[in-house]
């Protein structure tokens, strides 16, 4: 199972901090699980300034993520790509992944990765917090953000020493 070895983490105050959280639309029960996911994280963080933003697909994640990080402290890019019989998963998974790693690195902005991969609809609902799912991506993805934007914090502070 992929979520064997998760970290156990707690939410950290985080109610000062912007939050976008992006989502497809395609496999709206599966993505609707995942942006309840993220919104549990962002109560349990405390986090109140969030936007929800709807973009078709997983593909068009990374243009909203990159605008998204001028204006916030932490993106979340949610949705999915269920394999097909034709080339198009491994397009559009590259270009995603790819896209959400760009904004990142090159805004400094933590960008939490909920896209699922799936081979199957069957993988995607397990992994979209919904009942009976055994992971909660749209939570972990959003916490994954969140503890990283504290990390940059950290950092900027000029608190840590090496």
Request: hydrophobic fraction near 45%.
């Amino acid at each position: 199972m992929s979520g064997h070895g998760a970290p156990l983490t707690q939410p950290v105050a985080s109610a000062h901090l912007r939050v976008a959280v992006i989502a497809g639309t395609w496999h709206a029960e599966v993505t609707d699980g995942l942006i309840a996911g993220a919104q549990r994280a962002l109560a349990a963080y405390g986090v109140t300034d969030h936007v929800l933003l709807r973009v078709p697909g997983a593909f068009e994640l990374p243009v909203v993520a990159a605008a998204a990080a001028r204006t916030h402290d932490a993106v979340v890019a949610l949705g999915v790509v269920v394999r097909g019989g034709t080339p198009h998963f491994e397009y559009v998974c590259s270009a995603a992944t790819d896209g959400l790693t760009r904004v990142a690195l090159d805004t400094g902005v933590p960008v939490g990765f909920g896209l699922l991969t799936c081979d199957t609809d069957a993988q995607a609902l397990d992994r979209a917090g919904l009942p009976g799912s055994s992971e909660d991506k749209g939570y972990e993805a959003t916490a994954a953000a969140l503890d990283t934007a504290h990390v940059l914090a950290h950092l900027r502070s000029g608190a840590v020493t090496g």
